[in-house]
């Protein structure tokens, strides 16, 4: 991957992660809709992100509000993300 490329995907990371810090119940589709990217896209970030270790993905299915996935960060993603 090019310096160019690498940076790009950086900041796409970095993006996803405030996003996800400030609200992490967003639907995949509202994420990459805010993020100006598909749907097929924002989960290859998503892979990349989870892993690192820096998200996790936690179910929710039981819960009545029914949200069943979110993403939030992880102690070493608010700690990355942070740098």
């Known amino acids: 991957m090019t310096s160019r490329q690498a940076k790009i995907?950086?900041?796409t990371h970095?993006?996803?992660?405030r996003?996800?810090?400030?609200?992490?119940?967003?639907?995949?589709?509202?994420?990459?809709?805010q993020l100006g990217m598909s749907v097929g896209g924002l989960n290859y970030?998503?892979?990349?992100?989870?892993e690192k270790g820096w998200i996790k993905?936690?179910?929710?299915s039981q819960s009545k509000n029914k949200f069943g996935y979110i993403y939030v960060l992880t102690h070493k993603g608010i700690a990355e993300r942070s740098c």
């Open 14 to 17: 970095f993006r996803i992660m």
């Open 57 to 60: 993905m936690q179910n929710f």
């Open 45 to 50: 970030c998503l892979k990349a992100l989870i």
């Open 9 to 11: 995907q950086e900041d």
């Open 19 to 33: 996003i996800l810090q400030e609200n992490p119940d967003l639907t995949q589709r509202e994420l990459a809709d």
